[in-house]
């Protein structure tokens, strides 16, 4: 086969997954919610564009050259972070597997590169590069072939940078310990981000911001967003060649390093193997949970063990208490460092027990989602349905529970928070919560989609659930925003925390039918359910 | 006999297609059952339906002499299934797994600890008892199936295909294990493609084809009915082509090969 041949070949693999993926037999409803949900998406990302480009040419036009390199970073973390994140969402080959086929490394290695291409995220962000650099063009038509020599080399280092993150990422994330690392720097990170970030963007960096960014601000000079950004402001050929020079070195770089992992892959390296050492079996007896039925704890264990020791699961959940902490400290942080800043108690706190329950939806919308063939476990054991979908909800409840107290705590202690906002808060993300989990347990047994999440590889999410979360969430937030905006036309402060209560007595009720029908309906269903999550 | 596992009129369809097309069996105690049938015959969806995981769409079941429709929770609490797919939560570890079956089916904390560790060393899986089951193999998989499905110690063990890809020196400690639970008066329900171990394990035979069962009796009834008299035994293998019809055998050939 020649190697055009071969790219083809692959174009056409990765048409019919994603054609099959979509030929869901009996999920009529699941393709049309796709369809809604990727109509939608494309009308935002088109928007995005446009609004991209007015920036563009709006930045060089008139002399606000920084607003580029924002638009830069946007389709930078855009292209290196939601492929990771989404990756559910898109149906992928195993190029483990393509190694088997007698491929020479070299068109191994092209098709690999060029797979990244045909990446959704990576074409929405082509198609937003792409709209940034008409936006300069038409602001400055003389410079349009150094932007598109500009933009075509930052397209290559990202591209080569993406494809060694995601090669990297399953690398890491196919064993246990690799995800505990991964969990730990993610986090480390997310903390010194904020601080850095507090640091260097605040509008009096007093001495140590000062020093961090005389040392930062060079070395960002040098990322592809930075370089373009020099040529913008200066326009000389020299800068010019500075940063195709620049950004065609980084390109390099992530190509030797890309070649590294491919070389091992293509060799047949298997990530989780490892050197097995002998010791004694000891088990120790699984959790004791007072006042729960028997049958009921080792449900919430399992379910509890799944979730943190799904990495991306992880993070979401410990995010909420990781910002409270971050958002009730950093005022302090800012007073000390002389940086200005402050931080109202009264309007992060609510937001942020929102996010709360924004969180634990993602998961309650498609809650069999992780397990499988283990599916059939539920069906074997001798327990029903109600208490599977019972323990799956008691655990996302503790999550928000223990983000929810952990910030109530944390923003008790700043001035501006009174006890009426905080029983009104509660009350509401009771409403929130109930909501969410009921409707949740319908769309997990309605839709369910298999996701695994331990490897980068995946199968479809379900567009049934989301379209359903998306739903639910603009309801609630509607029905928060007619009471708060009632509450305001009346003047009433108290008026919220009873709508609220009331609401959330309307939600347990609520709540309590869809763990009875989710519970019929999954066992009448469970086959189907089967076939879906597999 | 004491039937312990017994069908009637046992129907399943998908779409137009009928898997099993009116199965009437009867299982007795302490009997080590074989299932056999070609591919396609309808083995996998008979026992998915006997263990609960498919809903027939006509007939009825009784496990242990319970009908499985109204008693389901009850039935499961006495059998142990190692089914086609393996039914494992791949993202706990080999210990946890245990842990965790063992006390979804009523077993103490303590009881469920002890017994998962003696069968993660009965199964030769110490040494990974602490690793995702993601990340076992194929026969570790199997193994630690079979582990799960025995850890409550059921009455009637069903398997589909328990031996596949599991190593000879495991598969003669599995069988050895399955022996000893037949001599205590456990039953087991068992299919494989494997004649040869079916024949040196299984005390009767039941033979499916196009959904419908054609044979069902002891081996020795099974040799008696085919022989031929004065010639040698037949194998397992010889009579089971033989009910199946050994023409499928057709003789064809690949023109490029």
Same mark, same amino acid.
């Given at each position: 086969?020649?190697?055009?041949?071969?790219?083809?070949?692959?174009?056409?693999?990765?048409?019919?997954?994603?054609?099959?993926?979509?030929?869901?037999?009996?999920?009529?409803?699941?393709?049309?919610?796709?369809?809604?949900?990727?109509?939608?998406?494309?009308?935002?990302?088109?928007?995005?564009?446009?609004?991209?480009?007015? &920036?563009?040419?709006?930045? #060089?036009?008139?002399?606000?050259?920084?607003?580029?390199?924002?638009?830069?970073?946007? #389709?930078?973390?855009?292209?290196?972070?939601?492929?990771?994140?989404?990756?559910?969402?898109?149906?992928?080959?195993?190029?483990?597997?393509?190694?088997?086929?007698?491929?020479?490394?070299?068109?191994?290695?092209?098709?690999?590169?060029?797979?990244?291409?045909?990446?959704?995220?990576?074409?929405?962000?082509?198609?937003?590069?792409?709209?940034?650099?008409?936006?300069?063009?038409?602001?400055?038509?003389?410079?349009?072939?150094?932007?598109?020599?500009?933009?075509?080399?930052?397209?290559?280092?990202?591209?080569?940078?993406?494809?060694?993150?995601?090669?990297?990422?399953?690398?890491?994330?196919?064993?246990?310990?690799?995800?505990?690392?991964?969990?730990?720097?993610?986090?480390?990170?997310?903390?010194?981000?904020?601080?850095?970030?507090?640091?260097?963007?605040?509008?009096?960096?007093?001495?140590? &911001?000062?020093?961090?960014?005389?040392?930062?601000?060079?070395?960002?000079?040098?990322?592809?967003?930075?370089?373009?950004?020099?040529?913008?402001?200066?326009?000389?050929?020299?800068?010019?060649?500075?940063?195709?020079?620049?950004?065609?070195?980084?390109?390099?770089?992530?190509?030797?390093?890309?070649?590294?992992?491919?070389?091992?892959?293509?060799?047949?390296?298997?990530?989780?193997?490892?050197?097995?050492?002998?010791?004694?079996?000891?088990?120790?007896?699984?959790?004791?949970?007072?006042?729960?039925?028997?049958?009921?704890?080792?449900?919430?264990?399992?379910?509890?063990?799944?979730?943190?020791?799904?990495?991306?699961?992880?993070?979401?959940?410990?995010?909420?208490?990781?910002?409270?902490?971050?958002?009730?400290?950093?005022?302090?942080?800012?007073?000390?460092?002389?940086?200005?800043?402050?931080?109202?108690?009264?309007?992060?706190?609510?937001?942020?027990?929102?996010?709360?329950?924004?969180?634990? &939806?993602?998961?309650?919308?498609?809650?069999?989602?992780?397990?499988?063939?283990?599916?059939?476990?539920?069906?074997?054991?001798?327990?029903?349905?109600?208490?599977?979908?019972?323990?799956?909800?008691?655990?996302?409840?503790?999550?928000?529970?223990?983000?929810?107290?952990?910030?109530?705590?944390?923003?008790?202690?700043?001035?501006?928070?009174?006890?009426?906002?905080?029983?009104?808060?509660?009350?509401?993300?009771?409403?929130?919560?109930?909501?969410?989990?009921?409707?949740?347990?319908?769309?997990?047994?309605?839709?369910?989609?298999?996701?695994?999440?331990?490897?980068?590889?995946?199968?479809?999410?379900?567009?049934?659930?989301?379209?359903?979360?998306?739903?639910?969430?603009?309801?609630?937030?509607?029905?928060?925003?007619?009471?708060?905006?009632?509450?305001?036309?009346?003047?009433?402060?108290?008026?919220?925390?009873?709508?609220?209560?009331?609401?959330?007595?309307?939600?347990?009720?609520?709540?309590?039918?869809?763990?009875?029908?989710?519970?019929?309906?999954?066992?009448?269903?469970?086959?189907?359910?089967?076939?879906?999550?597999? | 006999?004491?039937?312990?596992?017994?069908?009637?009129?046992?129907?399943?369809?998908?779409?137009?297609?009928?898997?099993?097309?009116?199965?009437?069996?009867?299982?007795?105690?302490?009997?080590?059952?074989?299932?056999?049938?070609?591919?396609?015959?309808?083995?996998?969806?008979?026992?998915?339906?006997?263990?609960?995981?498919?809903?027939?769409?006509?007939?009825?079941?009784?496990?242990?002499?319970?009908?499985?429709?109204?008693?389901?929770?009850?039935?499961?609490?006495?059998?142990?299934?190692?089914?086609?797919?393996?039914?494992?939560?791949?993202?706990?570890?080999?210990?946890?797994?245990?842990?965790?079956?063992?006390?979804?089916?009523?077993?103490?904390?303590?009881?469920?600890?002890?017994?998962?560790?003696?069968?993660?060393?009965?199964?030769?899986?110490?040494?990974?008892?602490?690793?995702?089951?993601?990340?076992?193999?194929?026969?570790?998989?199997?193994?630690?199936?079979?582990?799960?499905?025995?850890?409550?110690?059921?009455?009637?063990?069903?398997?589909?295909?328990?031996?596949?890809?599991?190593?000879?020196?495991?598969?003669?400690?599995?069988?050895?294990?399955?022996?000893?639970?037949?001599?205590?008066?456990?039953?087991?329900?068992?299919?494989?493609?494997?004649?040869?171990?079916?024949?040196?394990?299984?005390?009767?035979?039941?033979?499916?084809?196009?959904?419908?069962?054609?044979?069902?009796?002891?081996?020795?009834?099974?040799?008696?009915?085919?022989?031929?008299?004065?010639?040698?035994?037949?194998?397992?293998?010889?009579?089971?082509?033989?009910?199946?019809?050994?023409?499928?055998?057709?003789?064809?050939?690949?023109?490029?090969?």
């Amino acid at each position: 086969m020649t190697t055009t041949s071969h790219f083809r070949l692959l174009a056409e693999v990765r048409w019919q997954v994603f054609r099959n993926s979509l030929r869901r037999k009996g999920k009529l409803g699941d393709l049309i919610a796709k369809i809604i949900v990727a109509v939608l998406s494309g009308t935002v990302a088109l928007s995005l564009g446009v609004t991209f480009a007015v &920036g563009a040419y709006t930045a #060089v036009h008139s002399g606000k050259q920084k607003l580029i390199v924002m638009l830069l970073w946007v #389709v930078c973390v855009c292209w290196q972070v939601l492929p990771v994140a989404l990756e559910g969402a898109s149906p992928g080959v195993n190029f483990q597997e393509v190694a088997r086929y007698p491929i020479r490394f070299r068109l191994y290695y092209l098709v690999h590169t060029a797979y990244g291409l045909l990446d959704p995220t990576a074409l929405l962000s082509l198609t937003w590069l792409g709209c940034i650099g008409a936006g300069m063009a038409w602001a400055r038509p003389s410079w349009i072939v150094y932007i598109i020599v500009l933009l075509v080399a930052f397209a290559l280092v990202n591209l080569m940078v993406n494809r060694v993150v995601f090669d990297a990422l399953e690398r890491i994330l196919s064993t246990r310990r690799g995800k505990e690392r991964f969990l730990l720097g993610v986090t480390l990170l997310a903390i010194a981000g904020q601080f850095l970030f507090y640091l260097v963007v605040a509008p009096n960096p007093g001495r140590w &911001g000062q020093a961090l960014k005389t040392w930062l601000l060079p070395l960002h000079d040098l990322t592809p967003p930075g370089l373009v950004f020099r040529f913008v402001l200066d326009g000389r050929l020299a800068t010019f060649l500075l940063g195709v020079v620049g950004m065609l070195a980084q390109a390099g770089v992530a190509a030797l390093m890309l070649r590294w992992f491919l070389w091992r892959k293509y060799l047949g390296e298997v990530y989780t193997e490892g050197v097995v050492r002998r010791t004694a079996v000891q088990v120790r007896p699984g959790w004791t949970l007072p006042g729960l039925p028997k049958t009921l704890v080792p449900i919430v264990e399992k379910e509890a063990r799944y979730l943190v020791g799904t990495a991306s699961a992880a993070i979401n959940f410990f995010t909420v208490s990781l910002m409270g902490l971050l958002f009730a400290v950093s005022s302090k942080f800012g007073e000390i460092m002389k940086v200005g800043l402050s931080i109202d108690a009264a309007s992060i706190y609510p937001g942020l027990a929102g996010f709360a329950v924004l969180v634990i &939806g993602g998961y309650a919308y498609n809650s069999f989602c992780h397990e499988s063939r283990g599916f059939d476990r539920w069906v074997l054991a001798p327990v029903n349905f109600q208490q599977v979908i019972l323990g799956k909800n008691l655990v996302l409840g503790a999550i928000l529970l223990a983000n929810l107290l952990f910030i109530t705590v944390v923003f008790s202690i700043r001035p501006g928070l009174s006890l009426l906002r905080v029983a009104t808060v509660i009350s509401g993300v009771l409403y929130a919560g109930l909501t969410t989990m009921g409707a949740g347990n319908l769309f997990a047994v309605w839709s369910p989609a298999g996701i695994d999440y331990g490897g980068l590889r995946s199968r479809n999410v379900s567009g049934m659930a989301v379209l359903g979360a998306v739903t639910t969430q603009f309801t609630i937030l509607g029905s928060l925003g007619a009471v708060m905006w009632a509450a305001t036309r009346w003047g009433s402060d108290s008026l919220p925390l009873y709508w609220f209560a009331t609401l959330a007595l309307a939600a347990l009720a609520f709540y309590l039918f869809s763990v009875g029908y989710a519970a019929r309906y999954a066992a009448a269903h469970s086959d189907v359910m089967a076939s879906q999550l597999y | 006999m004491d039937v312990v596992i017994e069908t009637r009129g046992l129907r399943r369809t998908f779409g137009e297609v009928t898997a099993v097309d009116g199965l009437d069996l009867q299982v007795g105690r302490s009997q080590f059952f074989g299932f056999l049938g070609p591919n396609g015959a309808g083995k996998s969806t008979t026992i998915r339906m006997l263990t609960g995981l498919l809903r027939p769409t006509a007939g009825s079941i009784q496990v242990l002499g319970l009908d499985l429709e109204h008693h389901s929770v009850e039935v499961k609490r006495r059998i142990g299934v190692v089914p086609e797919g393996l039914a494992l939560f791949e993202r706990l570890t080999g210990t946890q797994l245990l842990n965790f079956v063992g006390r979804m089916y009523g077993l103490e904390r303590e009881t469920a600890a002890q017994r998962a560790a003696e069968l993660l060393e009965f199964m030769e899986l110490g040494s990974s008892a602490d690793q995702l089951v993601a990340d076992y193999s194929h026969g570790m998989k199997k193994k630690i199936a079979l582990a799960a499905a025995i850890i409550h110690r059921p009455e009637i063990l069903f398997l589909d295909e328990p031996f596949e890809g599991v190593d000879a020196i495991a598969a003669g400690l599995l069988k050895s294990m399955l022996q000893r639970f037949i001599a205590r008066g456990g039953t087991i329900f068992l299919t494989s493609h494997v004649l040869e171990v079916v024949e040196r394990l299984c005390s009767h035979i039941g033979i499916i084809q196009y959904g419908r069962l054609v044979a069902c009796a002891s081996i020795d009834d099974l040799r008696a009915g085919v022989a031929v008299p004065g010639s040698p035994a037949l194998t397992l293998e010889q009579i089971f082509l033989r009910v199946v019809g050994g023409a499928r055998a057709h003789t064809g050939e690949l023109s490029w090969l």
